[in-house]
């Protein structure tokens, strides 16, 4: 069983900049597939950001292009979202998921793994 946790969300006004981290369990990390989802208060879970099993390969949704950034080190078995110039409409709970899947698969049905979340909220 893998378990996920993340971390490094909080309060911080428009323009400003947060790192969310998800440590994960097991020795798989490395064969899974990374990704990042958000889900603000009525709306369904969306794709953020994913990232391939060498983290070499990422891609993002084209609402936060330009501005996160998806890394991942597998030798501490966590993944990054760098957020930077945060707007209001960035405000959900970020959750990060993992699974064997493509690379750039954006389906949240698609990851067996999931945290439990970690609020971002920007202020305006």
């Known amino acids: 069983q893998v378990q996920l946790v993340e971390s490094g969300g909080g309060l911080v006004q428009a323009g400003g900049a947060l790192r969310l981290s998800c440590a994960a369990s097991g020795r798989t990390f490395s064969t899974f597939t990374m990704g990042w989802f958000r889900q603000a208060p009525g709306k369904e879970r969306e794709f953020v950001a994913t990232i391939s099993r060498s983290g070499q390969g990422t891609y993002y949704a084209d609402s936060v292009k330009g501005r996160f950034t998806i890394s991942r080190d597998n030798a501490k078995n966590t993944v990054y979202l760098n957020m930077n110039s945060l707007k209001p409409e960035d405000t959900a709970v970020y959750y990060c998921?993992?699974?064997?899947?493509?690379?750039?698969?954006?389906?949240?049905?698609?990851?067996?793994?999931w945290g439990q979340g970690t609020q971002v909220t920007v202020s305006s």
């Open positions: 998921a993992g699974g064997v899947t493509r690379w750039d698969n954006t389906y949240p049905g698609g990851y067996d793994y």
